[in-house]
């Protein structure tokens, strides 16, 4: 393990100083959709905000795709020279790139335009993480507030990459960001409709916790939150205990993790002579495929919104 990542550490840095990365803005030439800003983003959901904001004179490589877990994503050398010679690189922080934070170290080393979007926020809007007690929950992109700030974040940092259309990236953050509100505007009349006693979301691993937050629901994933630790036998039988007990209607699979570890608590629940539906796939850290309903951020969250309420809105703890 040591010596694996000793050589890939030489090779990301090899990779780095070979790609010609952050001081190229002078000899790229002006940017124009023609010649757009090149961008590489980490998630999905990332490269969509990028996309939003910058428009036609941006193009976003993202490296992570549909049902990809970003927990658990490694770099390839592809991955590291796209990164090297982009014009800007931006990726979530808080270790949700697990397996990526000594890359991201050694660019931000190089001096390269790289950016987190969880840089700058205050630690007191963070939720805590229980898997590391250094870190916060990295998937703020489920918090309504947060994802805006990253949206206004982003204008700036595009209209610091390309000062010349500054003011056009930070007016269509701007607009983003209002569109961003109307969403959970909606979002929150949506998840009114959940009867108090339904109101708990069980889902593969603890993505959901600011959405919890945002949208008063009690949040329990089988995994952590990283999907870097396993579920063992013991998180199985207490989750199906509690699901049982408190007759929870439906429990969640998520697009980027296997249904297998829900689809155990499931039979592990019907063992106790309740049954729990499975209500659907959420997508926790992933987009869904291009040309779906859920293959942007807004498509996402009322993806997710619409399947929630449809699987928690029915009777409370109807009998069997
Ligand atoms: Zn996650």
């Known amino acids: 393990m040591t010596s694996r990542w000793i050589l890939s550490s030489a090779l990301v840095l090899a990779l780095l100083v070979s790609g010609c990365g952050g001081g190229s803005s002078q000899e790229r030439g002006p940017v124009s959709p023609e010649n757009p800003i090149q961008v590489v983003a980490t998630t999905s959901m990332i490269a969509d905000l ?3 904001v910058g428009g036609d004179h941006v193009a976003v490589n993202g490296l992570m795709g549909p049902g990809v877990d970003p927990h658990l994503y490694q770099a390839s050398e592809g991955d590291v020279s796209a990164m090297a010679q982009a014009d800007l690189i931006v990726y979530n922080g808080l270790h949700l790139e697990g397996k990526m934070v000594d890359i991201f170290e050694q660019m931000h080393q190089r001096g390269l335009n790289v950016h987190a979007v969880t840089a700058g926020i205050d630690e007191a ?6 898997d590391y007690s250094d870190s916060h929950d990295p998937h703020i992109w489920f918090d309504p507030a947060l994802w805006q700030r990253a949206t206004l974040m982003i204008g700036d940092v595009l209209a610091n990459t390309d000062s010349l259309h500054a003011e056009r990236y930070r007016e269509a953050a ?3 960001a209002g569109e961003l509100e ?6 929150t009349g949506e998840m009114s409709r959940i009867p ?9 691993h603890d993505a ?7 949208f008063d629901l009690e949040v329990r994933g089988l995994q952590g939150i990283s999907t870097a630790l396993e579920a063992g036998t013991g998180d199985v039988s207490g989750l199906a205990e509690y699901v049982a007990e408190n007759r929870i209607p439906a429990m969640f699979v998520e697009s980027s993790i296997s249904p297998r570890g829900i689809e155990a608590v499931r039979e592990a629940v019907q063992a106790r002579g309740f049954d729990v539906q499975i209500g659907g796939t959420l997508f926790g850290d992933a987009l869904d495929s291009p040309g779906t309903a ?11 919104v619409t399947t ?10 109807s009998s069997q």
């Open 196 to 204: 108090e006693g339904n109101r708990v979301l069980i889902t593969s």
């Open 174 to 176: 701007a607009t983003y």
């Open 294 to 304: 859920a293959d942007t951020y807004v498509g996402m969250v009322r993806s997710n």
């Open 50 to 52: 990028v996309r939003q």
């Open 125 to 130: 809007d963070l939720l805590a993480s229980e």
């Open 182 to 187: 109307d969403l959970f505007e909606w979002a």
């Open 208 to 214: 959901f916790g600011y959405f919890g937050r945002a």
């Open 308 to 317: 929630i309420v449809s699987g928690l809105s029915s009777p409370e703890t």
